[in-house]
């Protein structure tokens, strides 16, 4: 038996497992099978991984029938994986390190292996990771349990937490960089052939692009805003080598500059 942090429901393995297979065929089912379908893994599959003492993803073969069903189009995907337990933005979403890496890579030889039985071979599939930690987003114990951890204050995105919200310190921000560089190295053992840094849709890596009113060297100037970025981007170029593909995703525009149009900036990344 496991139990399920943060909420303290005691589930078996086996439970789970049927519980995630049963959702899956239901996706599978319920979505139009035309190019470019998205599937929904955090939710669907990762609820097997909640947490440090939660129920282990398991063994991929239980999903094996399932996969076949769901991965049946070439553009088929996931969402992003937290670098870290208190980046994920919600309970379910999966997290790639040491305790996790050996399941995250079945389950990528899963999906291949599906593709493979669908369209006859992998050439042509590459199969990545987008690697995140959500910041002022981060919900990683409890779905309605906010855990913000956010790059600066906001005068209007701070009032969706009443509870408050902790800033990160300059030295969490350092050590995050090796947290994404430790990721993206773990990915590429795994077998995946490509990361994408997620700096976008206002989690943390997007929110320190437009961290103007923070002090030190992650705030203020255009140089200090994109300090965080570049540092995770030479930082994850060194972890994986020159031959592993490397890309990240920008937002160029505030997260809520429709709210402050009266400020007159809306690029998060113009001086």
């Not at 670098?83 to 309970?91: C, I, Q, W």
Request: net charge positive.
């Amino acid at each position: 038996m496991k139990t399920c942090a943060g909420e303290g429901v005691v589930v078996s393995e086996a439970t789970a497992v049927v519980d995630a297979e049963r959702k899956l065929r239901a996706l599978a089912a319920s979505k139009p099978r035309t190019k470019g379908f998205k599937v929904e893994l955090n939710a669907h599959v990762a609820e097997l991984l909640i947490g440090p003492g939660a129920v282990r993803l398991g063994e991929m073969e239980h999903f094996a029938t399932t996969f076949k069903r769901v991965f049946f189009e070439k553009d088929a995907a996931g969402e992003a994986v937290a670098v870290r337990h208190d980046g994920r933005a919600n309970p379910n979403q999966l997290v790639l390190s040491e305790r996790t890496a050996g399941a995250v890579a079945r389950l990528r030889q899963s999906l291949v292996d599906a593709h493979v039985e669908r369209f006859g071979s992998d050439r042509g599939l590459v199969v990545g990771l987008q690697l995140t930690h959500s910041g002022r987003y981060a919900r990683p114990d409890v779905y309605d349990r906010p855990a913000p951890l956010a790059a600066c204050t906001h005068p209007l995105l701070d009032r969706r937490f009443p509870a408050g919200v902790r800033v990160l310190s300059d030295a969490e921000l350092d050590t995050l960089v090796d947290d994404f560089a430790a990721a993206a190295r773990l990915a590429r053992d795994a077998g995946f052939r490509f990361v994408d840094v997620k700096a976008c849709h206002g989690y943390l890596g997007h929110e320190l692009l437009g961290a103007r009113t923070r002090t030190g060297p992650y705030g203020g100037a255009l140089e200090n805003r994109a300090r965080l970025l570049l540092e995770v981007v030479r930082a994850v170029r060194d972890a994986v080598g020159s031959d592993f593909h490397l890309q990240v995703k920008i937002s160029a525009t505030e997260r809520a500059n429709a709210f402050l149009f009266w400020l007159g900036r809306g690029n998060a990344i113009a001086s």
